[in-house]
């Protein structure tokens, strides 16, 4: 199960709006810890579907706020891996992030050598030391609820997302972190909202994916295309959509 918690703010004379989205996730891996195979190919259909349920909404919502805008990052991503579990994955981190170059054409991503230079931070704790940071270095707040197994927090407004901070659990088993690993670091990047009727997407917390799916590849090529904007409404992605993925399937296989 994903629980997803919004925060508006505004400020006297600025109409932007800032949003803070957590993702919770519960999960059942597949038989073995492996994940289940996608198919290769997927119609425009589909594909522009899974774009409009990831990218648009979010699973639970309060103050009344309708989140239903285009969020991507419009500039470069530098990221901090901070390790703090008794088992190292830094490596697996690492490796995963630096992956993104060649996977989503349009995403300039980095590494910061110290966390306050980076606009994405990955925490990787032990189970125990799970609601500890996420009280207190992704609220500050002791009293903060601390929900689901692993999950990221995004601030964005209508000009793009300006930082994301990610939890990831490293000792509860190689399904989890990886699943929580690819799911939470893509939904810091802009896709914030599950559905269960994706099968075949990570983004589904019914599904036993624990990698960077094919189906996910293409809705993170569509949201990181120079076309789609940040601020964008569902009605202007749309009527873009048809030719943003055609461009997108000459480099997604």
């Not at 997927?42 to 349920?53: A, C, P, V």
């Not at 995004?154 to 509860?172: K, N, Y």
């Not at 009605?235 to 296989?253: G, I, M, N």
Request: charged share 25%; aromatic share 10%; hydrophobic share 40%.
């Amino acid at each position: 199960m994903s629980r997803v918690f919004i925060v508006r703010r505004r400020t006297s004379g600025i109409a932007a709006a800032l949003a803070a989205a957590v993702f919770a996730v519960a999960l059942i891996p597949a038989a073995g810890g492996r994940s289940v195979a996608a198919p290769a190919a997927y119609s425009d259909r589909e594909l522009i579907d899974g774009f409009m349920k990831t990218v648009f909404g979010l699973e639970y919502r309060t103050w009344n706020w309708q989140p239903y805008l285009v969020k991507k990052y419009t500039g470069n991503v530098s990221f901090f891996v901070r390790n703090i579990s008794g088992n190292d994955r830094r490596r697996d981190a690492t490796a995963f992030i630096r992956s993104l170059r060649r996977k989503i054409r349009g995403l300039s991503v980095d590494f910061a050598a110290r966390p306050d230079d980076a606009n994405f931070v990955v925490y990787i704790v032990d189970r125990k030391q799970y609601a500890g940071i996420v009280r207190n270095e992704i609220y500050g707040d002791p009293a903060a609820s601390a929900p689901g197994r692993c999950l990221v927090r995004v601030l964005s407004d209508e000009s793009g997302i300006s930082r994301s901070t990610a939890v990831i659990v490293a000792d509860e088993g190689e399904f989890l972190f990886h699943r929580c690993l690819v799911e939470e670091v893509l939904q810091g990047l802009g896709p914030m909202n599950d559905d269960r009727s994706l099968t075949h997407s990570v983004f589904n917390d019914a599904s036993r994916h624990s990698q960077f799916t094919d189906y996910d590849r293409y809705i993170l090529n569509m949201l990181y295309h120079r076309r789609i904007r940040p601020g964008m409404t569902q009605q202007q992605a749309r009527e873009v959509l048809p030719s943003v993925l055609r461009d997108v399937r000459r480099f997604v296989h």
